[in-house]
Each structure stands twice: as structure tokens, then as C-alpha cells.
């Protein structure tokens, strides 16, 4: 009898700690910035706005227990409320857990893995949460040979989405390999810096220029606010929340920022790229074609070019044996279509010659394009 | 007497059967020779329009593959007169006007046929270089033949091994 007695007071204590011990799962969980080198300084941010402060009081103690890659200290690490009921831990990865960046991409687990808890656990604890390093999105794209990219996360994801439509409320990294384009050779070997020249809607409002004069402070209006990050080997980053640093309102109308990016001095430029709101209607990518397909030294050269960049107009070059011929494209909505007419019969009359050089840059001397076009013999 | 009356009587109604046999007298008509493609083309013709067709593209299905060169390189000043003899056989033709030169500007003619052909293959002007008719220089398709209204329509292909790539549209009007 005395043995039942225990077992059932045992069963008693042990449910009592059981129901105790609350789980929670936040909203939402991100990195800012959205896209980071093991190196830098990343602040994981934690959203509990749906969390029952009877469970998870506001601005009460969370902390961190992680297992990998590792767990640096043995121990449980504090986070900070950021008020607001979200909590956020800085760190940077590589400092932080005595690792290397090559170590933590190559953990067999490809995450941290780690959860969130109260002191004594049994108060409040979450499942287990993953934030993964399966993808180096700087490695990525410094092999993919583009010239620019852009990543986010918002929606509940915790990774960062490549070319993913942002809202101005999104944390956005903007990649940048100068080694693509020759003219920013001094940015690609850390000579000269990368800024951003950029508006919101077409740079309709809110612009945020470049101004290389203004290099005290770090406000608006200086050369440091628009300063790209250099992460070695000419990739370059920049990260921004877009109201915040288009210095708008959250309910602002934000259909798109338009941007441009400059060396230092104004020595080399891009053309203009633009990174679009996610409800906003995306025009269909840039086509350039030739026309007819195939042509011959007697024929008309039509070079046309569809879904130009705002503020963007073209010009042709084509070199046939010791000629070159050059003019510009037009179009009466020099957006949608811009037009050359090419009058090979009178330009390139009795030459032998088997093909035609064309080049097509816009007025920044940007290259669009570089190729040859075979001629066709007539019969 | 009686028999002179008779006699009278038939004369009168015989020359009113000739009088009136004259006058219903049926017309076979004369001999007209067919109109032939060298009267309907022969002339000073302008341009109304010209298209450039890429053929590659259009055997392919792919856009564009008509492309309008009327408002480009002064095309609308585009003008060919095509001579003929006295008895209408195709002689000299000439180009006017400053658009390109997508044939030769001038030179000599003839038709590869004298009439409009029943299996619709349109007629061919052949341009030669030469007034011996010996060094061709090019064709065009009468892919328009001038009806009642004064207009024509050429067509000068180019092909590449026998396979056309390139083709232009000439839309003509007739100088009155």
C-alpha cells in the first residue's frame, strides 16, 4: 500500500513538472543582414508577437542552448529583447564559435541548430530552430560571373531568397562583383570603393545620391551612407532595410528602388538595375535581337532592343574589314523599344568580307553587347 | 399588168428583207490580242510601301519576321520605270529616287512569261545587265499583278543554296 502511495505521489510531481514546462515557437526568425560572411557581425532577430505573455512575459530572460557546429561556452548564452516581444542575439559566427569560415560551412549538420529557453528550461522552451550555412551565397555568386544580385528574407523564411521581390520593410543584401566590368578594375582590386546612387520609384522620391564630396559622418547625405561593404576579391555588399535607408515611411507607396553603382570618383559606373517591390508589375527582361536572322553585305540590318532601362539609350558600332560604321537606336517610347536601321548595301559596298563586328553600349559605355554576325553569300 | 403588180410587190419586200437583214446584221468583231503582263507592268511606277521579310525567321515561325523599311533611307522616293518597244516586249528598266540599291539601279527586263499563268505561280521579271538579255542581275516576283486598280506588287528574294533568307516587298503605284 505504502509502495502505491509513493508511485502515485511520484506520477503526481512528475506531471506537475511536465505541464510547467511551456513550449513556444516563434512567429518568425531572421538574420539581418540578409546575406553574410562567417565573419561579419549578424544579429539573429526572434519574433514571439504571438506568444502568451502568461507563458512568455514581455522583455523576460530567453536564452540561447546550441549544439552546432558547437556550443562555445557549455553553457546557455543570453539574447536581448529588443522590446516589442522580439528577441535578438549579435554575433559574429566565426569569433563566435571558434571556427573558421571553411569549418562552418563544411559542419556535417550544414545549420546552427539550437533552441530558445528560459534559465531553468522548464518555464518556456522551444523546439529545436535552424538557421541554415547549407548555401554560401557570396561564393555562389562570386562563381556565377553576374554581374549583380540581390537577396531578402521576409515572409517567415529564415534564408535569404535570391532575386525575390522585397517590400520596403525587407532586409535586403545587394551583391557586387566589380571584377565583371573592366572599368571598375581599381574597386576590383580594393583601390577604390563601390557606392550606391539610388531613388525610390524610378527615382522619383526619396533619392539617395552619391555625393563623394561629403566625407564627414556617416548621415544621408554622405560618401559613408552609400558605401558598399568590400569582402575581398572585388565583391562588394550592401545592406538595407529600403524605407529606413531611403529615409521613408513604412506606408510610403514602394514600388521599386532604382539604383545605380559607382566607383569612388565617378570613374566607372553601372548601368541603372532596379530591385522591385513584391506586388509591384515586374517588366519583362531586356531582348535584343537581329534582324533578318540571316543577312547578306546587300541587305537592311534592323538591331532592335525591347524593355530598355528607364534612362537608358543605346548606340551601335559595326566594324566590317577596315570600316566602321556607328549611330544611335532610337524609339519614340525609347523604353519598350529602341531601333536601328543599318544600310549595309550603301555602308559596306564591294567589300569581301565574311562577318560584321557589332558592338551595342548605352550612354555610359556600358556594353550590351559584343559579336560577330556571319554574312551570307547570295546565290 | 396584174403580174407587174406582183413583181412590184415582191421587190418592195425584198429590199425591206435587205434593208432589214442589213440592220440586224450580226458583229463577229475584230481580233484583239489577249492583254499580256508586259502591257499591265510596263510604266513608271512609285513605291506605296516595302516590307523586309525575314524568311528564315517565318519558315521557322518566329517574331519578328516582317519588318517595314517604308520610312527609312528615303524608300518613299523609290520609283522604277520599265520601258517597252513599240510592240510592247520588255526593253531597259531604270530605279529612281535615293533609297538603297537592293537591286541594280538600272539595266534591262523581260518576263519569264507573256501571260498570267493558270496555276497562280506569279509572273517573274528577270533584270540582266546588259541589253543582249545574257548577264542576269536579278528577279522579281509580280506577286501583285495591276488589275483595275493601278497598283503592283514586286517581291525580290534572296537565296543562299537555293534556300531564300531574305526577301523585299515592294508595294507600287502606278504614275498616271
Known amino acids: 500500500m505504502k509502495k502505491t502511495i509513493f508511485c502515485i505521489t511520484g506520477f503526481i510531481m512528475l506531471s506537475a513538472l511536465t505541464l510547467r514546462a511551456a513550449d513556444i515557437t516563434p512567429d518568425k526568425y531572421w538574420t539581418v543582414p540578409a546575406v553574410y560572411a562567417m565573419d561579419e557581425q549578424v544579429t539573429w532577430y526572434f519574433d514571439f508577437g504571438s506568444t502568451s505573455p502568461s507563458v512568455l512575459p514581455d522583455n523576460s530572460p530567453l536564452y540561447m542552448w546550441i549544439w552546432s557546429p558547437n556550443n562555445p561556452t557549455n553553457d546557455i548564452i543570453p539574447l536581448d529583447s529588443e522590446g516589442n516581444r522580439i528577441w535578438k542575439i549579435t554575433l559574429i559566427p566565426t569569433d563566435f564559435f571558434g571556427l573558421t569560415q571553411e569549418e562552418i560551412y563544411a559542419h556535417s549538420d550544414h545549420a546552427f541548430n539550437f533552441l530558445l529557453r528560459s534559465a531553468n528550461f522548464d518555464d518556456y522552451h522551444t523546439g529545436t530552430l535552424v538557421i541554415k550555412t547549407n548555401t554560401n551565397y557570396i561564393s555562389d555568386f562570386a562563381a556565377s560571373g553576374e554581374i549583380w544580385t540581390y537577396y531578402s528574407t521576409e515572409d517567415n523564411n529564415t534564408q535569404a531568397i535570391p532575386g525575390k521581390n522585397v517590400y520596403s520593410t525587407s532586409n535586403v543584401s545587394i551583391l557586387f562583383n566589380a571584377n565583371i566590368i573592366p572599368e571598375f578594375e581599381d574597386a576590383a582590386s580594393g583601390l577604390k570603393g563601390v557606392h550606391i546612387h539610388a531613388g525610390y520609384n524610378n527615382f522619383a522620391d526619396h533619392n539617395i545620391e552619391y555625393h563623394a564630396w561629403e566625407t564627414t559622418g556617416c548621415d544621408p547625405q554622405s560618401a559613408c551612407y552609400t558605401e558598399f561593404k568590400h569582402l575581398g576579391n572585388g565583391i562588394y555588399k550592401k545592406d538595407l532595410v529600403p524605407y529606413q535607408y531611403f529615409q521613408a515611411l513604412e506606408e510610403d507607396e514602394f514600388t521599386n528602388f532604382e539604383f545605380l553603382l559607382v566607383q569612388d570618383d565617378w570613374s566607372a559606373n553601372t548601368p541603372n538595375y532596379i530591385i522591385y517591390a513584391a506586388d509591384a508589375v515586374v517588366p519583362p527582361p531586356p531582348s535584343l535581337y537581329f534582324f533578318p536572322v540571316k543577312i547578306s553585305l546587300k541587305d537592311i540590318l534592323v538591331i532592335s532592343r525591347e524593355n530598355n532601362n528607364r534612362g537608358q539609350f543605346l548606340s551601335y558600332t559595326i566594324t566590317g574589314g577596315s570600316k566602321t560604321v556607328s549611330g544611335n537606336m532610337t524609339g519614340s517610347a525609347p523604353m519598350a523599344l529602341q531601333r536601328a536601321f543599318v544600310n549595309l548595301v550603301e555602308e559596306f559596298k564591294g567589300m569581301d568580307i565574311s562577318s560584321l563586328r557589332v558592338t551595342i553600349k548605352d550612354q555610359n559605355d556600358f556594353e550590351i553587347y559584343s559579336g560577330d554576325i556571319p554574312l551570307v553569300i547570295e546565290d | ?176
Open chain 2, 1 to 176: 399588168m396584174k403580174q407587174i403588180k406582183y413583181f412590184n410587190g415582191s421587190f418592195l419586200l425584198f429590199v425591206a428583207i435587205f434593208i432589214f437583214t442589213g440592220c440586224a446584221d450580226t458583229d463577229d468583231g475584230s481580233y484583239v490580242s489577249p492583254i499580256t503582263v508586259s502591257e499591265k507592268t510596263n510604266g513608271d511606277w512609285h513605291l506605296l510601301n516595302l516590307t523586309q521579310i525575314d524568311e528564315t525567321a517565318k519558315k521557322a515561325g518566329l517574331n519578328p519576321s516582317e519588318m517595314s523599311l517604308t520610312d527609312q533611307f528615303e524608300f518613299t522616293t523609290f520609283g522604277i520605270t520599265l520601258n517597252v518597244d513599240d510592240d510592247g516586249n520588255p526593253t531597259s528598266y531604270a530605279v529612281s529616287g535615293n533609297a538603297p540599291d537592293i537591286f541594280n539601279e538600272q539595266g534591262y527586263w523581260s518576263l519569264d512569261t507573256d501571260f498570267p499563268q493558270t496555276n497562280g505561280t506569279p509572273p517573274t521579271i528577270l533584270l540582266y545587265g546588259d541589253a543582249a538579255k545574257t548577264q542576269k542581275t536579278g528577279k522579281l516576283s509580280i506577286t501583285g499583278i495591276p488589275g483595275a486598280t493601278p497598283e503592283m506588287e514586286l517581291k525580290l528574294t534572296r537565296t543562299s543554296n537555293n534556300v531564300p533568307f531574305v526577301s523585299y516587298q515592294f508595294k507600287l503605284t502606278k504614275n498616271q
